[in-house]
């Protein structure tokens, strides 16, 4: 079974907003969160990484998913399924 963990999470979703040309500044102003909070959860600072809810992961997704890497939006997807067993 393949395991996928909050910080396999935090990888994909750093990819993504890579991939999508966004700094982390300009991805913290649109789903509401600070510049210093998406670095804290890219550098998997425990504590950032233990608060991250579902609601920040879907804005997330959703803020990067038009010019993501498909094959990182599936893994991403697929993970989430693994992660939450459904």
């Not at 966004?22 to 510049?35: D, T, V, Y």
């Not at 804290?40 to 879907?58: F, R």
């Not at 939006?73 to 067993?85: P, T």
């Given at each position: 079974?393949?395991?996928?963990?909050?910080?396999?999470?935090?990888?994909?979703?750093?990819?993504?907003r890579l991939d999508?040309?966004?700094?982390?500044?300009?991805?913290?102003?649109?789903?509401?969160?600070?510049?210093?909070?998406?670095?804290?959860?890219?550098?998997?600072?425990?504590?950032?990484?233990?608060?991250?809810?579902?609601?920040?992961?879907?804005?997330?997704?959703r803020a990067c998913?038009?010019?993501?890497?498909?094959?990182?939006?599936?893994?991403?997807?697929?993970?989430?399924?693994?992660?939450?067993?459904?």
């Open positions: 079974m393949y395991k996928y963990d909050k910080a396999k999470m935090v990888d994909d979703l750093k990819r993504m999508s040309g966004m700094s982390q500044k300009a991805l913290g102003q649109r789903i509401g969160l600070s510049r210093e909070t998406i670095v804290a959860i890219e550098n998997k600072y425990p504590g950032a990484i233990a608060t991250l809810e579902m609601d920040t992961v879907k804005l997330w997704f998913k038009g010019k993501a890497d498909p094959s990182i939006l599936l893994r991403f997807k697929n993970g989430l399924i693994a992660f939450f067993g459904v």
